[in-house]
Structure formats: structure tokens, C-alpha cells
């Protein structure tokens, strides 16, 4: 803008230099909106006269007005189109993502955390919730995405009929739209508008409600819709800090919901049918282990100790034979712990089943193999059980690589969950020579095929690390 203000300077205020302050307000405005836009056209204006201070005549200077009000006028109209294109994009983009079928291995709270999310950018907002009847806990489910959802600050929780009212109280099939006064000290309550799905016609409600519904949401405007949920009542409430949202947005907000939600449901279908056959697959999994890997062991130990009555005491092999006999025995201790933990899938405690059988199965390597192999305390990872079992047999494919392919005595297993990513990290100790640099083929093609990837970091002491990275 400077540039082709100094060229006008130079050439004079009537010159062709004149249209280059339409590329400077196209470029802001296309890129970064109506805002950018507005104040781009206004400081092309402005230079503009100011290059033209030094008019010779006042037809000229007449011109050079004219010439400004047909600056400004274009200016704002091209500001316009462009935050209408950029507006249309980001809700295609919107829809595109909600409407995109997740993983059912995810399960459902990950596809709607990620919708409230998504919503939440959108809006630019500072909280996004859902509320949709729990049948099991006989209550209702709230989720929430946002550094602020006021009372309700929380991931996830249930709420009894009482809590849950205030959430509800609009009937059903109605959005509602509130936004608060620009200034917060004007007696006026704000603005409280109604719709049914699918009209125009907005109806003006009681003020006083809406604003304890926002006080309540801790937000100055929201918005709300009513969530397709197989004739139940559900609502989706968009919260922003400052009197932002429209009827517009109210408008798009439905759309999102009308989109999602069926899709999310298809997602719950898909889970549940998962879920049965994994559960199935289990029950079936521990029988057969009793039935055809356990029964044979239990033979050959009551073998075993049929052979040890015959020995005598004082007999050379009795030693070791008694050593064998102990270790039948304990692996089918271990293995009846393992059949249990199949059919029940979690501790009393609540630790997953794949970080009971990962600890389990690390005990195993350090009694039989001598190799210790530390697995680490971890956070609340929050991930099903079919992804958990994926998890143990990489783990486990890692362990009995160590043991297989290095002198490693020592070696450790983290894992953590940051920014939609499961990290996995299996390392052993060096030997003082750094190794030859390689791929884990089936940990590699294991973790692709759940959509992640696996790298090996070497260290020059010999220490490796394959570090596993999984999308959840």
C-alpha cells in the first residue's frame, strides 16, 4: 500500500497506479476475511487522499473524492464476497469432517469428542457440549470440549433428571439463539430468539431464561440445537465469551448435528457389534486355552510328579526333576491367571487387561530368560479393549525381539498419550557397539496396519529404541 501510495505521489493522484490498491485489498481480503479486508480499504483510502493532498485544481480534488467513495464502496464489496467464500469453505470443511466415517476401533466417545471439538474451532468458541440420555445410568450423559463449559467443566459426566434440567428445559425440535447486550452494564437482559427446525421464523422468548441458561454455561452467547437420536431427546449447545453468534450460525449448527449424529450412530451400531464378537472371541479364546493348552500341561505335570514319587531322594536327577515339576506347575498357574484375566479383562483395581498382561508376561522374560524388562507406570491412557490387545502384541513382539537379537540384561516399555496419539517406546540397554541399522518388519506392518507407524532410534553405546506411534 505505501509503494503505491509513493508511485501515485510521483505520478499524480488521476494515474493507472490508482487500481493497484485493488490487489492489496483482494490479497487480505481472500485470505484472511472481511475484517482484513475492511481495514486494508480504509487505509488504501486514506493514503490515497493524503497522495492527493497536493491537487491543483478542485476538479481535480473532486475526482480524487469521487475516485476515494469508489475505492471504499468496491473495497468493502470485495471484503464481503471474500469473507462469504472463506465462510462457505470453512463450513464444507466442517461438514466434511464430522461427516467422515471414524475407526469403529475408537469407539464412539472419540467421534463425538472430535465432532465437539471441530465445532468449537469453528465457532470460535469457548466451550461446545452435548447432553443425550444415558440408559445405563439411568440419567444423562454430558460431554464437553473447551477450556470453559462453566458448570459443567468436565470431559465427560452423568447427570440425574434434577442437574440435567436446566439443559432440557426447551422443547423439543427448538433451537434457541442467545446473545447478551455489547456492554455488560446495560439493564437490557439481551437478545433470547426460537425456531423450530427447519423454519425461518425466529420468535422471541423470554430474556431472563436465556441468560441464566448462559450464566449457567459461563458464556455471554449460545446457541442450541436439538441432536436426531432415535426419537430421544438430546441438545448441543455452542457457548462463545462475547455476543458472536447469529441466527446464521444457529442455522449451520443444525446442519451439523443433522449430519453427524447419524453417522455417529452407525459408528455406536458397529461398536456394539464389535464389542459382542471381540467379547465372543474371548470367551471362545479362554476356553480353548483351557481345553487345549492347559489340559496337556496339567498331564504332564501329575507325569512329572508321578515320576518324582518313584525317585528317590538321594537320587541325582531328583533336583532337577523337582525344578522341571516346579516350572510346569507355575506356568499353569500363570496360564489359568491369563485365562482369567481374558474372561474378565481388567483387575479389581481397574487396570486394563493389556497393561496386566503386559506386566505379566514381562515377569515371565525375567524368570525364565533373566532379562528385566521394566514396564512403566502409566496415566489413563483411555483406549478399548480391541486396541489394547493390538497394543500387547506389539509390546510383546518388541520384548521378544530383545531377547532374541540383542545381549540386552535390561530394558524398559512407556507409553503416553498426547495430541490424538498413542506413543509406544520399547528399548533395551547398549552393549557398547552401536547395532547395524534395521526395521522391525512385523511391528512395522502391525502398527500400519492400525493406521500408525515405527521407527528405530540407535544410540552410540548400542542402546535401541523402536518407538510405535498410533493415531487413537
Same mark, same amino acid.
Given at each position: 500500500?505505501?509503494?503505491?501510495?509513493?508511485?501515485?505521489?510521483?505520478?499524480?493522484?488521476?494515474?493507472?497506479?490508482?487500481?493497484?490498491?485493488?490487489?492489496?485489498?483482494?490479497?487480505?481480503?481472500?485470505?484472511?476475511?472481511?475484517?482484513?479486508?475492511?481495514?486494508?480499504?480504509?487505509?488504501?483510502?486514506?493514503?490515497?487522499?493524503?497522495?492527493?493532498?497536493?491537487?491543483?485544481?478542485?476538479?481535480?480534488?473532486?475526482?480524487?473524492?469521487?475516485?476515494?467513495?469508489?475505492?471504499?464502496?468496491?473495497?468493502?464489496?470485495?471484503?464481503?464476497?471474500?469473507?462469504?467464500?472463506?465462510?462457505?469453505?470453512?463450513?464444507?470443511?466442517?461438514?466434511?469432517?464430522?461427516?467422515? =466415517?471414524?475407526?469403529?476401533?475408537?469407539?464412539?466417545?472419540?467421534?463425538?469428542?472430535?465432532?465437539?471439538?471441530?465445532?468449537?474451532?469453528?465457532?470460535?468458541?469457548?466451550?461446545?457440549?452435548?447432553?443425550?440420555?444415558?440408559?445405563?445410568?439411568?440419567?444423562?450423559?454430558?460431554?464437553?470440549?473447551?477450556?470453559?463449559?462453566?458448570?459443567?467443566?468436565?470431559?465427560?459426566?452423568?447427570?440425574?433428571?434434577?442437574?440435567?434440567?436446566?439443559?432440557?428445559?426447551?422443547?423439543?425440535?427448538?433451537?434457541?439463539?442467545?446473545?447478551?447486550?455489547?456492554?455488560?452494564?446495560?439493564?437490557?437482559?439481551?437478545?433470547?430468539?426460537?425456531?423450530?427446525?427447519?423454519?425461518?421464523?425466529?420468535?422471541?422468548?423470554?430474556?431472563?431464561?436465556?441468560?441464566?441458561?448462559?450464566?449457567?454455561?459461563?458464556?455471554?452467547?449460545?446457541?442450541?440445537?436439538?441432536?436426531?437420536?432415535?426419537?430421544?431427546?438430546?441438545?448441543?449447545?455452542?457457548?462463545?465469551?462475547?455476543?458472536?453468534?447469529?441466527?446464521?450460525?444457529?442455522?449451520?449448527?443444525?446442519?451439523?448435528?443433522?449430519?453427524?449424529?447419524?453417522?455417529?450412530?452407525?459408528?455406536?451400531?458397529?461398536?456394539?457389534?464389535?464389542?459382542d464378537a471381540a467379547r465372543r472371541e474371548r470367551e471362545k479364546f479362554s476356553n480353548d486355552l483351557h481345553d487345549t493348552t492347559l489340559q496337556p500341561y496339567i498331564g504332564l505335570s501329575h507325569a512329572?510328579?508321578?515320576?518324582?514319587?518313584?525317585?528317590?531322594?538321594?537320587?541325582?536327577?531328583?533336583?532337577?526333576?523337582?525344578?522341571?515339576?516346579?516350572?510346569?506347575?507355575?506356568?499353569? #498357574?500363570?496360564?489359568?491367571?491369563?485365562?482369567?484375566?481374558?474372561?474378565?479383562?481388567?483387575?479389581?483395581?481397574?487396570?486394563?487387561?493389556?497393561?496386566?498382561?503386559?506386566?505379566?508376561?514381562?515377569?515371565?522374560?525375567?524368570?525364565?530368560?533373566? =532379562?528385566?524388562?521394566?514396564?512403566?507406570?502409566?496415566?489413563?491412557?483411555?483406549?478399548?479393549? #480391541?486396541?489394547?490387545?493390538?497394543?500387547?502384541?506389539?509390546?510383546?513382539?518388541?520384548?521378544?525381539?530383545?531377547?532374541?537379537?540383542?545381549?540386552?540384561?535390561?530394558?524398559?516399555?512407556?507409553?503416553?498419550?498426547?495430541?490424538?496419539?498413542?506413543?509406544?517406546?520399547?528399548?533395551?540397554?547398549?552393549?557398547?557397539?552401536?547395532?547395524?541399522?534395521?526395521?522391525?518388519?512385523?511391528?512395522?506392518?502391525?502398527?500400519?496396519?492400525?493406521?500408525?507407524?515405527?521407527?528405530?532410534?540407535?544410540?552410540?553405546?548400542?542402546?535401541?529404541?523402536?518407538?510405535?506411534?498410533?493415531?487413537?
Amino acid at each position: 500500500m505505501f509503494w503505491f501510495a509513493l508511485l501515485l505521489t510521483l505520478s499524480g493522484p488521476l494515474s493507472a497506479f490508482f487500481f493497484l490498491f485493488f490487489f492489496a485489498i483482494s490479497t487480505a481480503a481472500f485470505r484472511w476475511g472481511y475484517d482484513e479486508g475492511a481495514r486494508v480499504t480504509l487505509a488504501c483510502a486514506a493514503l490515497y487522499a493524503l497522495a492527493a493532498i497536493r491537487a491543483p485544481d478542485a476538479t481535480v480534488l473532486a475526482r480524487v473524492m469521487l475516485r476515494t467513495a469508489y475505492l471504499i464502496g468496491l473495497g468493502y464489496m470485495v471484503s464481503h464476497w471474500a469473507n462469504l467464500l472463506l465462510t462457505h469453505r470453512r463450513q464444507i470443511g466442517l461438514l466434511r469432517d464430522v461427516s467422515r =466415517l471414524s475407526n469403529p476401533r475408537f469407539g464412539v466417545d472419540h467421534t463425538i469428542a472430535s465432532v465437539l471439538e471441530h465445532a468449537r474451532d469453528y465457532f470460535k468458541a469457548s466451550s461446545c457440549l452435548i447432553v443425550t440420555r444415558d440408559r445405563q445410568a439411568n440419567g444423562w450423559l454430558l460431554r464437553s470440549a473447551g477450556s470453559n463449559a462453566g458448570a459443567f467443566n468436565c470431559g465427560q459426566c452423568v447427570l440425574d433428571d434434577a442437574a440435567a434440567a436446566p439443559l432440557l428445559s426447551l422443547p423439543a425440535g427448538i433451537s434457541a439463539l442467545f446473545c447478551a447486550p455489547a456492554l455488560e452494564r446495560l439493564p437490557w437482559p439481551g437478545k433470547f430468539l426460537t425456531c423450530e427446525n427447519g423454519s425461518d421464523d425466529w420468535q422471541r422468548g423470554p430474556a431472563q431464561e436465556g441468560r441464566r441458561l448462559a450464566d449457567l454455561l459461563g458464556g455471554r452467547s449460545f446457541i442450541c440445537v436439538p441432536i436426531p437420536l432415535r426419537g430421544e431427546d438430546g441438545r448441543m449447545f455452542v457457548v462463545a465469551p462475547g455476543a458472536t453468534l447469529g441466527r446464521a450460525d444457529a442455522r449451520f449448527l443444525a446442519q451439523v448435528a443433522a449430519q453427524a449424529f447419524p453417522v455417529i450412530e452407525n459408528i455406536e451400531l458397529l461398536d456394539r457389534m464389535a464389542s459382542d464378537a471381540a467379547r465372543r472371541e474371548r470367551e471362545k479364546f479362554s476356553n480353548d486355552l483351557h481345553d487345549t493348552t492347559l489340559q496337556p500341561y496339567i498331564g504332564l505335570s501329575h507325569a512329572l510328579q508321578g515320576l518324582l514319587d518313584k525317585v528317590r531322594a538321594d537320587d541325582p536327577i531328583a533336583g532337577e526333576l523337582r525344578q522341571v515339576a516346579d516350572m510346569a506347575d507355575n506356568f499353569i #498357574r500363570d496360564l489359568r491367571h491369563f485365562r482369567g484375566t481374558i474372561s474378565h479383562k481388567a483387575s479389581a483395581a481397574g487396570e486394563p487387561a493389556f497393561l496386566l498382561a503386559l506386566r505379566a508376561h514381562a515377569a515371565q522374560v525375567k524368570d525364565y530368560f533373566n =532379562l528385566d524388562i521394566t514396564v512403566g507406570e502409566h496415566e489413563r491412557l483411555g483406549i478399548n479393549d #480391541r486396541l489394547g490387545a493390538e497394543v500387547f502384541q506389539l509390546v510383546s513382539e518388541g520384548m521378544s525381539n530383545i531377547r532374541r537379537h540383542t545381549l540386552a540384561a535390561r530394558g524398559s516399555v512407556s507409553m503416553r498419550r498426547s495430541m490424538g496419539w498413542l506413543h509406544i517406546r520399547i528399548e533395551n540397554e547398549g552393549s557398547g557397539t552401536r547395532p547395524a541399522p534395521f526395521v522391525p518388519r512385523s511391528i512395522s506392518e502391525r502398527a500400519a496396519s492400525l493406521g500408525g507407524y515405527a521407527y528405530v532410534a540407535s544410540g552410540d553405546d548400542g542402546a535401541t529404541a523402536v518407538n510405535i506411534d498410533i493415531p487413537v
